[in-house]
Nanobody, 118 residues
């Protein structure tokens, strides 16, 4: 079955950086648009950043525009979220999600915790 596994979360001070990775297995990765979401306790998951199948098109939540960068490597089946100038409000569990362009099938990873605190 399809697996998405996130890594790279942790504790960082405000202004710091983290790099999240999502490794995908058992799928044709280039068929999937990929998205990062963030969830905080008591709230719904919010879209943080998305990237098209080819990597040519990206989009970001207003709150992270200019600070976060999403990228993908279709040869390695990975999608990455580079997070710079982190703020306490960036704290949450970050989830990687993939949607098959042709079938609409959608998959989620288990999430990785990011905590921004001094």
């Amino acid at each position: 079955q399809v697996q998405l596994v996130e890594s790279g979360g942790g504790l960082v001070q405000p202004g710091g950086s983290l790099r999240l990775s999502c490794a995908a297995t058992r799928l044709t990765f280039s068929n999937y648009g990929m998205t990062w979401y963030r969830q905080t306790p008591g709230k719904e998951r919010d879209l943080v950043a998305g990237i098209s199948r080819s990597g040519q098109n990206t989009h970001y939540a207003d709150s992270v525009q200019g600070r976060f960068t999403i990228s993908r490597d279709n040869a390695r089946n990975t999608v990455t979220l580079q997070m710079n100038s982190l703020k306490p409000e960036d704290t949450g569990v970050y989830y990687c999600s993939g949607t098959d362009f042709f079938t609409g099938n959608n998959y989620w990873g288990q999430g990785t915790q990011v905590t921004v605190s001094s």
